[in-house]
């Protein structure tokens, strides 16, 4: 009877209508416009039209949401990856640290031995110094012994 029911005001309009039922159709279209018909069916559109749009927006936010997820376990994954670099850093601080403690060790009883060998070095340089008087002190002793004997057999 009717193919459209509605213009762009949201009023009824009939189309392809027989004449014999143009009576019956004008009070239809009349009754209908009075109930509001027209006005809810251009309601319901965009009402449509609104939850298409809203489901387009569900959409794409499911869709950010979806890439946000991906970035976040890739930086994730990243930080992970970060971290176990930075501990493996860590324990070779760590290992370098033990070995600059153990040289510091060793390069203080090298320090100390060398002390010690000065201080021997030193004594024995002494010793020497004793030795090489008491040498020099006889070596004088006998050149005043020849001296004395060359004078008196002179």
Do not use: C, W
């Not at 070995?99 to 010793?127: F, M, W, Y």
């Amino acid at each position: 009877m009717f193919d459209k029911f509605k213009n762009e005001g949201g009023e009824m309009v009939k189309e392809n209508v027989n004449p014999e039922e143009s009576v019956e159709s004008d009070s239809t279209i009349e009754s209908a416009s009075e109930i509001g018909i027209g006005e809810l069916m251009g309601k319901r559109a965009k009402l449509e039209e609104a939850i298409d749009y809203v489901g387009l927006m569900i959409k794409n936010l499911k869709d950010k949401r979806t890439l946000l997820e991906k970035d976040i376990e890739e930086e994730s994954v990243d930080i992970k990856n970060l971290k176990e670099k930075l501990q493996k850093v860590s324990e070779y601080i760590d290992e370098e640290n033990r070995g600059i403690h153990e040289l510091t060790k060793k390069r203080q009883q090298v320090e100390n031995e060398a002390d010690e060998v000065g201080s021997i070095i030193n004594t024995l340089r002494e010793k020497l110094s004793g030795v090489d008087k008491v040498i020099d002190d006889e070596g004088n002793r006998v050149k005043r012994i020849k001296e004395s004997r060359e004078s008196l057999t002179d």
